[in-house]
């Protein structure tokens, strides 16, 4: 089974403090994915990365950043936490492939509250 | 623009009757659509999809979905709710401009409240 592995599950941190979110995979995906989730407002993509070392914004980049230095590995990175920033953020990942049906895995999820 | 709209915040249902969580889309070409399923304080799992072929798909858990393209719909449904089905559940359609990227545009979500 794929398995995406959030290390953080629950994290408070201080307004203005440098937060970093990690995620690995060991499927060998060239494609990795943080969303963003909050009640009403569904997935919302902050970044997705399609191979080592390439980033691409998503629909709510500001205020983040990504870092993917391994193809394993894909970390969300807040420069400085504000409390619109608290939130549940899920990372996932799937195949690079053209004729790919798309289906996305997700690891369980960091549930980031900032003071 | 490509969107899937879940009109239903949450969904009751008591517990051996048959259940229905809405899903319509909006894509220009062939969609490919998707459900998950969030249990609280878990990531999403996959239930299952369309891509091409029989309109009904059946997937994890008993689930099943119904592709039609006339309505643009892709409801979820079962025949007989349990009160372990009690989740929040995700409708998706692929970004057809995502290419081999395989980006997913989500619904809202329904929350689906079974009543033992």
């Known amino acids: 089974d794929v398995k995406v592995t959030q290390s953080s599950r629950y994290l408070v941190k201080r307004t203005g403090e440098k937060v970093f979110l990690e995620c690995v995979q060991d499927m060998d995906h060239e494609n990795m994915f943080w969303y963003r989730q909050d009640p009403g407002l569904g997935l919302r993509l902050i970044y997705f990365s399609y191979d080592v070392k390439m980033k691409e914004k998503g629909d709510i980049p500001e205020g983040y950043s990504v870092s993917r230095e391994k193809k394993e590995r894909f970390s969300l990175i807040l420069e400085s936490a504000s409390t619109n920033q608290t939130s549940m953020y899920l990372c996932?990942?799937?195949?690079?492939?053209?004729?790919?049906?798309?289906?996305?895995?997700f690891g369980e999820g960091s549930r980031l509250t900032v003071l | 623009a490509q969107s899937v709209a879940q009109p239903e915040d949450q969904v009751n249902v008591a517990e051996g009757n048959p259940l229905t969580v809405k899903c319509t889309y909006s894509?220009?070409?062939?969609?490919?659509l998707f459900w998950y399923v969030q249990y609280p304080n878990r990531g999403l799992q996959f239930l299952l999809k369309y891509i091409t072929g029989d309109n009904l798909v059946k997937g994890s858990y008993g689930f099943e979905a119904e592709f039609n393209k006339s309505q643009t719909s892709f409801h979820l449904k079962k025949p007989s709710a349990l009160v372990s089905d009690s989740a929040l559940y995700f409708c998706a359609v692929r970004d057809l401009r995502s290419g081999a990227t395989n980006k997913l545009i989500f619904g809202t979500g329904t929350l689906l409240a079974v009543q033992p």
């Open positions: 894509v220009s070409g062939n969609p490919y």
């Open positions: 996932a990942s799937t195949l690079r492939l053209a004729g790919a049906t798309g289906e996305l895995f």
